[in-house]
């Protein structure tokens, strides 16, 4: 079992920057896949990024490459989303999640906000 909890958002103006955090409980975190999704009202949940359990490969949504950073610290048991250059279209939940296969994903996290005001 991993219990996933994010944190990091809120709101900020367009042009800014965040970073979100994802702390992992157990002691295998760093065998899992981790990624980072978004779900805007109305909308379908979209991926936003992946990484592998060894940070080896790291894979964007066409609408983040260039502004969105997925990195992790298997020491620390967390994940991180270093978010910049924001824009309205990036306000969401944003969820993280676990998965033993890269792209499957087991366990997600409770999501925290993010909101881009213009």
């Known amino acids: 079992q991993v219990q996933l909890v994010e944190s990091g958002g809120g709101l900020v103006q367009a042009g800014g920057s965040l970073r979100l955090s994802c702390a992992a409980s157990?002691?295998?975190?760093?065998?899992?896949?981790m990624g980072w999704f978004r779900q805007a009202p109305g909308k379908e949940r979209e991926i936003v990024a992946r990484?592998?359990?060894?940070?080896?490969?790291?894979v964007y949504a066409d609408s983040v490459k260039g502004r969105f950073t997925i990195s992790r610290d298997n020491a620390k048991n967390t994940v991180y989303l270093q978010m910049n250059s924001l824009k309205p279209e990036d306000t969401a939940m944003y969820y993280c999640?676990?998965?033993?296969?890269?792209?499957?994903?087991?366990?997600w996290g409770q999501g925290t906000q993010v909101t881009v005001s213009s």
């Open positions: 999640a676990a998965g033993k296969v890269f792209n499957q994903y087991d366990y």
């Open positions: 157990g002691r295998t975190f760093s065998s899992y896949a």
């Open positions: 990484i592998s359990w060894s940070s080896e490969i790291t």
